[in-house]
């Protein structure tokens, strides 16, 4: 497949959250800006132009992504897109999955229709976290709508869930909720591969996992919970979201350079 007009549609993961670059939109780059570079190097090899939007936003809800983003996304003519949302929904005891899988197949639907190849993608299975591991369930069923919702409109699934061979702590940020490089790495290349899509890209290095002692392994667990489980369970609380007052680090499409 070759592609000359990108848009990325979602939330944090797409944004790029865990894989910190000051030089960048926003200060980060992530698996979207890792997988565009790579199709924009194959499009300079054919003597092609090749531009790349993301509109994602931290913290956002499927809803939110799709009332926010499709319409802009449908504007720039894109032929390929990339949409993931659905991890800050399952996260919500009380979400009604069928209800949010609908809103999901019309939006890739429409998406489909304007002629764009659609990329989506599975959530991870959150048993591999001990933290997550209790959204378990809801995020299956999730996961099966996303494949089924696929199948229907022709679109490209890169499945996390059955991506195992990884150790939590060596791909993700230490908030444990969000992927580090090394992790957006990985979800690149698998997105590249997903497409038949030719690259260089390798599998970064993973950085030295401490062992620590039970105590050490308790004393973190608090540490993180004091960082970063109560400024969310804040946000919540307050109706406040990570995403308050982001704006997308790349509203059009624009060359890569």
Known sequence: MTFSKYVALGDSFTEGVGDPDPAR??????WADRFAEALAAHAAAEGRDFGYANLAIRGRKLPAIIDEQLETALALGPDLVSIHGGGNDVLRPKVDID?????YDDAVGRLAASGAHVV???????????????????????????????????????DMWRMRGWSVAEVMDEDRLHLNARGHQMIAIAALDALGVRHDLQPLAAAPVPVLTPREQRAATVAWARTHLAPWVQRRLTGRSSGDGVTPK????????
């Open 120 to 158: 989506m993608f599975t959530i991870a299975d959150p048993g591999l976290n001990s933290v997550l591991r209790v959204i378990r369930g809801r995020t299956a069923i999730f996961n099966e709508w996303v494949r089924e919702i696929a199948e229907r409109h022709g679109a490209t699934v890169v």
């Open 99 to 103: 209800t949010l899988a609908a809103a």
């Open 25 to 30: 939109p926003n200060g980060l780059r992530g």
């Open 250 to 257: 790349r509203p059009t499409l624009q060359p890569i350079g």
